[in-house]
Antibody, heavy 129, light 108 residues
Framework: EVQLLESGGNLVQPGGSLRLSCATS????????LSWVRQAPGKGLEWVST????????YYADSVKGRFTISRDTSTNTLSLEMKSLRAEDTAVYSC??????????????????????WGKGTTVTVSS | DIQMTQSPSSLSASVGDRVTITCRAS??????LNWYQQKPGKAPKLLIY???SLPSGVPSRFSGTGSGTDFILTISSLQPEDFATYYC??????????FGQGTKLESK
């Protein structure tokens, strides 16, 4: 069974830093991309960042680019999110999600469709003085 | 950036009703559209991927259609456990995503 378990959420002052972790199990870690998605209190889902299965490519939402860094450790099967220069608007539940991919052949190429098939329950980050 | 707009933002329905939720993309995204269900305090659950594919274990009363910019999630006969918030998500740009603002489905 695939499992994702986040940790590291806390209360932090504006301008501060925090590191979140996501412990994974039940799948071949290096084969799948992993993402962070956040949800502010009473609001919708917001994609934050994704790292490829190899760890060689990273992607960020404009709202966190330059402040957040995503990484993964194949020795511990753990995903991390380093957050710096935190703002009040970063307050949210942060969840990790496993990325999956389906390939659909067409007459001229192969279409790729990504989706998030397993999610963790999240860890709460509160940015406040 | 690709913007996703869902309608309606909220919806009241009764058990047994047929329910449709619409999602529109700001540009063509082919069939790179996923749907998720979220209940209060719980993690989102994948309902539909690639616009119309049902993951294993998702009831067949859920279906998805559409391509390009316009997509629809349909629940053919609403069940008590279906009251939740539904989100569409585009995945057109590999490894980058945008979500719709959500549709809250409530009991009438």
């Amino acid at each position: 069974e695939v499992q994702l378990l986040e940790s590291g959420g806390n209360l932090v002052q504006p301008g501060g830093s925090l590191r979140l972790s996501c412990a994974t199990s039940g799948f071949t870690f290096s084969r799948y991309g992993l993402s962070w998605v956040r949800q502010a209190p009473g609001k919708g889902l917001e994609w934050v960042s994704t790292i490829s299965g190899s760890g060689g490519s990273t992607y960020y939402a404009d709202s966190v680019k330059g402040r957040f860094t995503i990484s993964r450790d194949t020795s511990t099967n753990t995903l991390s999110l380093e957050m710096k220069s935190l703002r009040a608007e970063d307050t949210a539940v942060y969840s990790c999600a496993k990325e999956n991919l389906v390939l659909v052949p067409t007459p001229t190429s192969v279409d790729q469709f990504y989706y998030m098939d397993v999610w963790g329950k999240g860890t709460t980050v509160t940015v406040s003085s | 950036d690709i913007q996703m707009t869902q309608s309606p933002s909220s919806l009241s329905a009764s058990v047994g009703d047929r329910v449709t939720i619409t999602c529109r993309a700001s540009q063509s995204i082919s069939r790179s559209l996923n749907w998720y269900q979220q209940k209060p305090g719980k993690a989102p659950k994948l309902l539909i991927y690639a616009a119309s594919s049902l993951p294993s274990g998702v009831p067949s009363r859920f279906s998805g259609t559409g391509s390009g910019t316009d997509f629809i999630l349909t629940i053919s006969s609403l069940q008590p456990e279906d009251f939740a918030t539904y989100y569409c998500q585009e995945s057109y740009r590999s490894h980058m995503y945008s979500f719709g603002q959500g549709t809250k489905l409530e009991s009438k």
